[in-house]
């Protein structure tokens, strides 16, 4: 059995909607609830992070940015710029703790205390870029996570999947010209749903073309046709590539009961794309693993979904 963390806070909590809204404390709620049910969190160490430091946010995020989120939550504004993307007085404080639960998680496995780390934290992150918050993200968390790792660690070359079924247009932004960070994604196809970015083109830019792959799927893809691009179209890359650490932005929101979208993967799926990141990190990178929540909007599945992931990570 693997020394598997789980990061989370109470005050994840705190980030409430001001109107009916899919991104919700009740879906965290629900997943802590479901890990305390199946008993994981007595297999597992639990991990209470902290804010985020200054330091290692603007790392990711403009000043400017950041100063107009702050500003923003103290006014009592309900939304930030796209409609979909709210805020409450606790926002701004909660995003830092969202993004400090990744680096909690990053710095035990890069640290060595433990093997894996799943981070149980929102807001979520992977649409937000340097300079603006979208799609229900305010910070990227998991970019955070991946500079932190080499700014403190030395860490060279990140591999980040992410399976999320939107786009994680804000991470890919964020590494497009960096060739040490590697950006994967599997998403629906833009042509159907949000951000509309993600096309198998974008490959990323300068020092960083051939460090982006994306593989936007058609509405009802499933199990079949992600395992062909796990097995065909990203494992491929990383032997060419060799990250020394992976990183997951982990949505669950391409189930197939999941409202948001129209791919089908089963929990089946989930179960083998878990495998198949736990496989490449064992190859690669001495089996160094975090993976970060993202979106998963329905919440029997959500919650049977990151049960099945979580468990797959400890290796019982």
């Known amino acids: 059995m693997k020394r598997l963390g789980i990061v989370y806070h109470p005050d994840y909590l705190l980030h409430v909607p001001p109107f009916e809204h899919p991104e919700s404390p009740e879906r965290l709620q629900a997943v802590m609830e479901r890990l305390e049910k199946a008993k994981l969190l007595e297999k597992t160490a639990q ?3 902290e ?44 995003s830092l703790l969202s993004a400090g ?21 929102r807001p979520p992150g992977h649409h937000a870029s340097r300079d ?20 403190r660690f030395d860490v060279g070359k990140i591999l980040i999947v992410d399976w999320d079924v939107h786009h994680g247009n804000g991470t890919q932004s964020v590494f497009l010209e960096d060739p040490s960070v590697f950006f994967f994604s599997v998403h629906e196809h833009p042509t159907f749903i949000y951000p509309g970015t993600g096309r198998r083109w974008e490959i990323g830019k300068g020092k960083g073309e051939g460090a982006t792959l994306n593989a936007p799927m058609a509405p009802g893809s499933g199990d079949d046709e992600y395992r062909v691009v796990f097995d065909q179209v990203l494992t491929p890359a990383v032997e060419r590539f ?9 949505g669950f929101d391409a189930h197939a009961d999941d409202p948001l979208a129209d791919i089908r993967l089963s929990y089946e799926g989930y179960r083998y794309m878990t495998r198949a990141v736990i496989g490449l990190a ?13 979106g998963g909007y329905e919440i ?3 919650t049977n979904c990151i049960e099945i992931h979580v468990r797959e990570m400890l290796e019982e």
């Open 47 to 49: 991990i209470t992070p």
């Open 51 to 94: 804010f985020a430091d200054e330091g290692d946010v603007l790392a990711v995020h403009d000043r400017k940015y950041l100063d107009q989120l702050e500003k923003a939550c103290r006014r009592g504004d309900m939304t930030l710029d796209a409609g979909d993307t709210y805020l409450c007085r606790h926002s701004y404080n909660i």
């Open 101 to 121: 639960g990744a680096i909690a998680g990053a710095k035990a496995v890069a640290e060595g205390s433990l093997d894996r780390v799943f981070c149980a934290i």
């Open 132 to 151: 603006v918050g979208m799609g229900f993200c305010l910070l990227n968390n998991v970019a955070v996570a991946a500079k932190y790792l080499q700014a």
């Open 242 to 250: 060799r990250p020394e650490f992976v990183l997951v932005s982990a």
């Open 282 to 294: 064992e190859r690669f990178c001495g089996g160094k693993l975090v993976s970060v929540l993202e």
């Open 300 to 302: 029997s599945s959500l």
